[in-house]
């Protein structure tokens, strides 16, 4: 018998692998592209520091300045970038980009693990690592981004409360809301885990409390900080609107979508409605095949995604759901059809280079 978990890290480095060679090619596309005078791009000379990590770069350098925006940007992943970048290579800029490439391949490795425990079937263990790294939006996971680190942190807190490791879970949530303000959905992820255990003894009440509270801490920790800093407990919260905008009816918005992907918003705002769509669309499938806590929680991503006035970013906010994958994984391993899968990756790889040569260019707020 082969070992599972051995196959998993086969197919995590495959794909790890491979996602890295599609954005490369996206690299040589868009320095064609501005050889041939259609440039310049200056966020292509920023090449893997690109828009956000030109801020988590400044903070990991200098910290939290203040009076500046960068506050929108929690602190462990600047924090751990500094940890691995400079001791060893006197360059912050390198730290981040290991640090996220190195938990890109570790957030595949535990969605994967976490699929075979839900489901039971190799299958759709290695088809979600496989759809983990080369979904379009994946390119972040390869740029110097959060998300593969939040990644890792919410897929150890899935881990924890499917086996009931309560104090696991917390500590993956205070860790996860210290990385991204979507941390604190895991608290969500908590309740749902309790309602559906129903009655327990008061011991075990006490841990499940402990994993309530966990996300709480951690962005209470910053907020603290910020506080002192800024002058503005909310202040993390506070500076998103100046780029997300309020918040506004989903429904509304959704409508709004269609309206700027049949106008003259095709390839700009109008491009965002498809993975709208289907993010929910992943919602439904999480309930179907993985289960109710699961979807819950990535619905209540989903649902603060969308309800934003400004899309920008929407794919890699609703890629921040680490369930989504299992549940896509599963739906395409269900229809039985070999053809559709490959069909999928194709098309999915295709948008990762796409959407990175987007980047690069300008035309895509990642």
Sequence with gaps: MTDPTRDLLR???????????????????????????????PWFDRGLLAWDG??????????????????????LFPLLGRIVGFPAFDNASIGLVIVANAMALVASL??????????????????????????PASFVLVFAYSEALFLVLTAWAGLALRERRWEHAAAA??????????????????????????????????????????????????????????????????????????????????????EDIVGDEVFGDGLHLPF???????????????????AIYAGTIVLVAISADNW???????????????????????????LVWRVTIVASSAGLVGMSVLTWTGDYVP
Aim: avoid cysteine; charge should be positive; proline fraction near 4%.
């Design 11 to 41: 197919t995590a480095g495959i794909a790890w692998l491979a996602a890295r060679a599609l954005v490369g090619i996206a690299a040589v596309i868009v320095g064609v592209l501005e050889a041939g005078d259609r440039g310049p791009y």
């Design 54 to 75: 030109d801020w988590y770069r400044a903070i990991a350098e200098n910290g939290y300045r203040p009076g500046e925006e960068e506050i929108r940007f929690f602190p």
């Design 110 to 135: 535990m969605i994967g693990t976490l699929a075979l425990r839900i489901t039971g079937n190799a299958d759709i263990a290695h088809r979600s690592i496989w759809l983990v790294a080369v979904w």
């Design 173 to 258: 949530g205070f860790l996860a809301t210290l990385t991204r303000p979507t941390g604190l959905a895991i608290a969500v992820l908590v309740v749902a885990v309790v309602l559906q255990d129903g009655r327990t003894s008061a011991r075990e009440r006490g841990r499940q409390g402990l994993a309530l509270i966990g996300p709480f801490l951690g962005f209470a920790l910053f907020a603290s900080v910020s506080a002192r800093e800024h002058g503005a407990f909310l202040a993390p919260v506070d500076s998103q609107r100046v780029h997300r905008g309020e918040f506004v009816d989903p429904l509304r918005r959704l409508l709004r979508g269609v």
């Design 276 to 294: 709208a769509l289907v993010a929910i669309v992943g919602v439904v499938l999480l309930a179907r095949y993985v289960g109710r806590p699961e």
């Design 312 to 338: 920008n970013s929407l794919e890699r906010y609703t890629l921040n759901a680490y369930p989504m994958m299992i549940g896509f994984a599963a739906f395409l391993t269900d229809l039985g059809r070999t």
